[in-house]
Nanobody
Framework: QVQLVESGGGLVQAGGSLTLSCAAS????????ADWYRQAPGKQRELVAT???????YYVGSVKGRFTISRDNAKNTVYLHMTSLKPEDTAVYYC?????????WGKGTLVTVST
């Protein structure tokens, strides 16, 4: 029943900003940690950011200070606000959550950062 749908990806110039959204079909992000992952061509999928229900955040070192994860519980949506984008940020970005022993993933949204 749980569905996660990412949106907001696209083409942006280096140094620009972009905000990704992950909308859930239910209130999963009010009860569980939310994650953003990304996968660039030929590379391993990596955890980019985490937001716990108590407000704890984690960012991978390469994006710390540039990306911000947040949520709007009323909208059942998690966001990833990206600034000072670099070509190395080009990847498919996925949102993720776990509930009742099941992993839930969105289908991904492509972010392309041009030089």
């Amino acid at each position: 029943q749980v569905q996660l749908v990412e949106s907001g990806g696209g083409l942006v110039q280096a140094g620009g900003s972009l905000t990704l959204s992950c909308a859930a079909s239910g209130s999963i992000f009010r009860r569980n940690t939310a994650d953003w992952y990304r996968q660039a061509p030929g590379k391993q999928r990596e955890l980019v950011a985490t937001l716990s229900t108590n407000g704890y955040t984690y960012y991978v070192g390469s994006v710390k200070g540039r990306f911000t994860i947040s949520r709007d519980n009323a909208k059942n949506t998690v966001y990833l606000h990206m600034t000072s984008l670099k070509p190395e940020d080009t990847a498919v970005y996925y949102c993720h959550a776990v509930e009742l022993g099941s992993n839930y993933w969105g289908k991904g949204t492509l972010v392309t950062v041009s030089t």
